[in-house]
């Protein structure tokens, strides 16, 4: 009895401590997600860009938008960064969408959801903290996969299903028959024993990306019926999708093939010797071919949370202002500010036609323009901006600024030039409102062929429906196009006891200062070659003739 007694206290201290264990890992979990709020995103092992950018394939081909943010716009701007700037979601899902989001959009997008959906969370917190724990419990998986099994489940069926029906059965009927037939039972859950582990084993060899595409699904159904039961303002169309699939939610142990507990344990060798895995994903496949519909809207919806409550953590960690749409083509802004540079000196816009910016070395030209291009997508997709105050007319956003030559192509420098600059051309020609920013324009060939047809570039995209923005040094583009372009300008400011300085200021009109001869002084280069260039120059704009 005393023996008893001590077992029995044993195991409720172990029950205890296991209850302790977890309550206290949960309350761990929402500690962080309160500590955490309001912070920029720390970098993850997860959220590959080449998971994301997989996903967001799939996802364009089914339902396209107007526009595009193309593979050299994404990368001159380095908008991969600013993705991980803003990606402070707790699921794949959510970064996929987040991802999609940023990648595509229409003209004059709806955004009305997404802005009441962000709306709710800024007054509902502890809703909020609610949810983004559900979403933290479910987690992210690279590369899951999930997207083209929505898309197209017909082509993910197993084949020869009866034989795996057979060995379930199989081994369910051996156990019995030992309880009757003693040896010859035992004989044969033996065999079926080995068959199975065998036969999941040969299966999982092949379909182990399946096996966790459908495990993440069946995640995504049960954390829509936990969602489901908050005060969050789904559509009622939702509300119906999750009341469809959330019964998948029930199939996620069944692909737990991993664990570290001895209880875990257990049911994965309980999962693999039944065959469970198999029997669930075959089950799962049937039931997406008939809810597909429902678990994309699922998808949309799980991914459209995620997408608000990124968007509210970065309005907490950075200053930003809810973007205006306009009805006249162009931008104006007032404090606008380069996401990706702490302290970012602030600018005003007022761009409304074909303008050349100009100024000396590291003046911030290149700054600027890209600090426009970049809130000009954040405005349109997601509609705030990094500014006081941003107002736009919607267009495509292209650019055409860090260029490299092509050795495997076989491209030159010029020619690599050539082809970024004609993606703006095309789609220009093909009526496009197109917005866009080219960084050192044709300055892959002489001088005389680079002005040449700069100049006759820029006089036909202003003429079209587009807007240019060029940061150039060739100050003969200025005086060729005083008619045809606006001019603005940095500048620097040197003096004897501080040196070159530059305040990063824009200014109108043209620049009329430089400093390439001024930085071969300051770093030291002989004093020959210092003055040698300071006479050419000067000849040169004395006779527009060299010496």
């Known amino acids: ?56 394939d799939v996802w364009r081909k089914q339902q396209a938008k107007m526009y595009q943010i193309d593979d050299t716009t994404w990368y001159d701007l380095d908008m991969w960064s600013v993705f991980q700037m803003l990606n402070k ?83 369910i009927v051996s ?20 068959v199975n582990v065998l036969t999941y084993y040969r299966v999982k060899s ?17 954390l829509s019926a936990k969602l489901k039961k908050t005060s969050v303002p789904l559509p009622a169309e939702t509300h119906s999708a999750i009341s469809e699939v959330q019964s998948l939610g029930r199939y996620s142990n069944a692909f737990r093939v991993s664990g570290t507990t001895e209880a875990e344990i257990l049911v994965e060798y309980v999962n ?72 970012c000196v602030p600018n005003p816009v007022c761009w409304e036609q074909a303008t050349l910016v100009t100024g000396s070395n590291a003046s911030g030209k290149s700054t600027y323009v890209k600090a426009i291009a970049i809130n000009l997508i954040l405005a349109q997709t997601v509609g705030i901006a990094i500014a006081d105050t941003f107002n736009y007319f919607p267009g495509l956003v292209m650019t055409a600024m860090a260029v490299e030559d092509d050795v495997l192509a076989g491209d030159s420098y010029f020619i690599a030039e050539l082809k970024s600059l004609h993606r703006v051309i095309s789609q220009v020609e093909d009526g496009v409102m197109v917005y866009g920013f080219i960084d050192e324009i044709l300055k892959g060939t002489n001088t005389i062929e680079r002005i040449a047809s700069s100049a006759s570039v820029m006089v036909w995209l202003s003429r079209s429906q587009a807007l240019v923005l060029v940061a150039t040094h060739d100050i003969e583009l200025t005086e060729i196009l005083h008619d045809t372009c606006a001019n603005i300008h940095f500048r620097e400011t040197i003096s004897d006891e501080q040196g070159m300085m530059f305040d990063f200021k824009v200014r109108s009109g043209a620049s009329t200062t430089s400093n390439a001869i001024l930085l071969l002084d300051h770093l030291l280069f002989p004093q020959e070659i210092v003055q040698a260039a300071n006479r050419r120059a000067a000849d040169y704009r004395d006779t527009r003739v060299w010496t």
């Open 175 to 194: 156990l019995l028959l030992t309880a009757v037939a003693g040896k010859i039972g035992l004989y044969l859950l033996l065999l079926f024993l080995c």
């Open 272 to 343: 693999i010797v039944l065959l469970l895995p198999v029997f669930a994903y075959i089950r799962l496949n049937r039931l997406l071919k008939s809810k597909q519909e429902a678990i994309r809207a699922v998808y949309k919806a799980v991914g459209q949370i995620e997408v608000a409550l990124a968007l509210n953590n970065f309005k907490l960690a950075k200053t930003v202002c809810e973007a205006t749409e306009m009805k006249s083509r162009g931008v104006e802004a007032v404090g606008l500010r380069h996401p990706l540079i702490d302290e």
């Open 1 to 56: 009895m005393e023996l008893m007694i001590q077992v029995v206290s044993f195991a409720g201290l172990v029950i205890c401590g296991l209850v302790a264990w977890y309550v206290y890992s949960q309350l761990k979990v929402k500690q962080k997600i309160r500590n955490e709020w309001g912070k920029l995103p720390s970098p993850t092992k997860y959220d590959k860009e080449d998971s994301l950018a997989k996903a967001y």
């Open 89 to 171: 979601t707790e699921t794949s899902v959510g970064s996929e969408s987040l991802y999609q989001r940023l990648r595509e959009y229409d003209a004059s997008e709806d955004l009305s959801d997404l802005k009441n959906m962000m709306t709710f969370f800024d007054k509902h917190p502890e809703t909020r903290e609610k949810v983004q724990y559900h979403l933290v419990k479910m987690g992210k998986q690279d590369n899951n996969y999930l997207l083209p099994h929505i898309e197209t489940p017909e082509k993910q069926s197993i084949p020869y299903e009866p034989y795996y029906w057979f060995l379930g059965a199989g081994l």
């Open 206 to 222: 092949f379909l182990e990306t399946e096996f966790r595409t459908l495990r993440y699904l069946s995640e995504l159904a049960g």
